[in-house]
């Protein structure tokens, strides 16, 4: 119901944008949250937009390079990463939470009911 793309090899201080498309669900009524994980490591929050107000959260490691959009007419949200590293090399999911609004545990997996296969990202010289 979830599908991301836009994953890929990128330089350092390169940018990718990825998309998650969402298919049978409607963003009017989901908070949409992206994670990466790295293999054999733990899944990290990266970024949420919630479903109505427009708000937005990000993770320490990631404020001022990634910016998180919605376009509710694809019914997709998008992660726009800018001035890439080595460390966000990981796989990178999103995920859906049914009327959530991106409140203070946001980063909690266990709220997202919905989530994509994952795209790969990896950013290397």
């Known amino acids: 119901q979830l599908v991301e793309s836009g994953g890929g090899l990128v330089q350092p201080g390169g940018s990718l944008s990825l998309s998650c498309a969402a298919s049978?669900?409607?963003?009017?009524?989901?908070?949409i949250g992206w994670f990466r994980q790295a293999p054999g490591g733990e899944r990290e929050a990266v970024s949420c937009?919630?479903?109505?107000?427009?708000?937005?959260r990000y993770a320490d490691s990631v404020k001022g390079r990634f910016t998180i959009s919605k376009d509710s007419a694809r019914n997709t949200v998008y992660l726009q990463m800018n001035s890439l590293e080595p460390e966000d090399t990981n796989v990178y999911f999103c995920?859906?939470?049914?009327?959530?609004?991106?409140?203070?545990?946001?980063?909690?997996?266990?709220?997202?009911?919905?989530w994509g296969q994952g795209t790969q990202v990896t950013v290397s010289s």
């Open positions: 995920a859906a939470d049914f009327e959530g609004d991106c409140g203070l545990v946001w980063h909690q997996e266990a709220l997202y009911e919905y």
């Open positions: 049978t669900l409607s963003l009017d009524y989901y908070a």
């Open positions: 937009i919630s479903r109505s107000d427009g708000k937005r």
